[in-house]
């Protein structure tokens, strides 16, 4: 396939999943065992996609002018850690950084909540991928008051608005990266309880996954309905035309990867990317370089 097929093709299967406007989100209208698309023919996609991609990053290196930060977040069980190492296995890890954000420590607690972060925004040129992401503070702080009791807050800044607030300043932040060039895409892998639990079985039963399973994660099922509720304001709130949700059914691997890998290109894609232009200075050094090479 001709890379503009290619990308033609990447955009059809990514557009169901893009949320720009939160306005009118309904989780329920996303079905986590939707697949819509024939195995073959999207896994076919995904192959052509990845080295489409390769080709983009290289560009996007080479400008050395937009960033891009893609953030993943989910309930345990739902294929973050995976669809980031598909997705990635065509990137060159030099132009790539990926960061996992788990229970703040002192120091973060010590500083307000988008500091941590900051420190790991990409540099230009650069893919950043964020697993799990400073939406948390609307998630499993929400769910679980006593993560936000924790945070230091002077008492008088925590009120009724607060999570009316963070949303605001989260939308903020991300209008402020995308006038900087830090282009922000946002992944909701949206798995279904049952399958959730099929998942956890399987890390139970099979010995070499038993590392996978933490008992914490099966106490978190409890919060199911809170979660659940907590991620679709969180979409309504904070989807927007600069920083969109992409909510994709999580209950296949295969179909996860596909629409993540195609909204990763059609991102890339949509941006300028091109390689410097030489100027005439440096053509002639070249040129003068190529001729000494030659002499000795
Ligand atoms: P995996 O289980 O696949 O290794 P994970 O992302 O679930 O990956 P864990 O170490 O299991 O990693 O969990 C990290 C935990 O940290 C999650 O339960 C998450 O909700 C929690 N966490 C992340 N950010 C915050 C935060 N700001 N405040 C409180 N808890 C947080
Ligand atoms: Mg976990």
Same mark, same amino acid.
């Given at each position: 396939?001709?890379?503009k097929?290619?990308?033609?093709?990447?955009?059809?299967?990514?557009k169901?999943?893009?949320?720009?406007?939160?306005?009118?989100?309904?989780?329920?209208?996303?079905? @986590?065992?939707?697949?819509?698309?024939?195995? !073959?023919?999207?896994?076919?996609? +995904?192959?052509?996609?990845? $080295?489409?991609?390769?080709?983009?990053?290289?560009?996007?290196?080479?400008?050395?002018?937009?960033?891009?930060?893609?953030?993943?977040?989910?309930?345990?069980?739902a294929?973050?850690?995976?669809?980031?190492?598909?997705?990635?296995?065509?990137?060159?890890?030099?132009?790539?950084?990926?960061?996992?954000f788990?229970? !703040?420590?002192?120091?973060?607690?010590?500083?307000?909540?988008?500091?941590?972060c900051?420190?790991?925004?990409?540099?230009?040129?650069?893919?950043?991928i964020?697993?799990?992401?400073?939406?948390?503070?609307?998630?499993?702080?929400?769910?679980?008051?006593?993560?936000?009791?924790?945070?230091? +807050? @002077? !008492?008088?800044?925590?009120?009724?608005?607060?999570?009316?607030?963070?949303?605001?300043?989260?939308?903020?932040?991300?209008?402020?990266?995308?006038?900087?060039?830090?282009?922000?895409?946002?992944?909701?892998?949206?798995?279904?309880?049952?399958?959730?639990?099929?998942?956890?079985?399987?890390?139970?039963?099979?010995?070499?996954?038993?590392?996978?399973?933490?008992?914490?994660?099966?106490k978190?099922?409890?919060?199911?309905?809170?979660?659940?509720?907590?991620?679709?304001?969180?979409?309504?709130? $904070?989807?927007?035309?600069e920083?969109?949700?992409?909510?994709?059914?999580?209950?296949?691997?295969?179909? $996860?990867?596909?629409?993540?890998?195609?909204?990763?290109?059609? $991102?890339?894609?949509s941006?300028d990317?091109?390689? @410097?232009?030489?100027?005439?200075?440096?053509?002639?050094?070249?040129?003068?370089?190529?001729?000494? +090479?030659?002499?000795?």
């Amino acid at each position: 396939m001709k890379t503009k097929e290619i990308i033609k093709r990447v955009r059809e299967l990514a557009k169901p999943f893009r949320i720009s406007k939160g306005n009118g989100f309904r989780l329920k209208d996303v079905d @986590p065992d939707n697949t819509l698309e024939d195995k !073959p023919r999207a896994k076919e996609a +995904l192959v052509s996609g990845v $080295t489409a991609l390769t080709e983009l990053q290289d560009k996007l290196y080479a400008q050395d002018k937009w960033a891009v930060l893609l953030i993943f977040q989910a309930m345990d069980a739902a294929g973050k850690d995976g669809a980031i190492k598909h997705v990635m296995s065509g990137v060159n890890p030099q132009g790539c950084q990926v960061y996992s954000f788990k229970s !703040p420590s002192a120091d973060d607690l010590d500083h307000d909540y988008l500091w941590r972060c900051m420190k790991c925004l990409p540099n230009r040129g650069h893919i950043g991928i964020f697993n799990r992401s400073y939406y948390e503070e609307v998630l499993v702080v929400r769910v679980h008051p006593e993560f936000l009791a924790k945070e230091k +807050l @002077p !008492p008088k800044l925590v009120g009724k608005k607060i999570w009316e607030e963070r949303f605001e300043d989260i939308r903020n932040f991300e209008q402020y990266l995308a006038r900087n060039g830090v282009v922000v895409r946002k992944f909701f892998l949206h798995v279904s309880k049952k399958e959730q639990k099929r998942r956890f079985l399987d890390r139970i039963d099979d010995s070499f996954k038993n590392w996978k399973f933490s008992s914490n994660d099966a106490k978190e099922r409890d919060f199911w309905d809170d979660y659940m509720e907590a991620y679709e304001e969180m979409i309504q709130e $904070t989807a927007t035309k600069e920083a969109p949700w992409y909510v994709v059914p999580a209950d296949n691997k295969w179909f $996860t990867r596909v629409v993540v890998a195609s909204a990763v290109i059609e $991102t890339l894609a949509s941006l300028d990317l091109a390689y @410097p232009k030489v100027d005439e200075g440096k053509l002639k050094e070249l040129a003068a370089a190529k001729k000494k +090479l030659l002499t000795k």
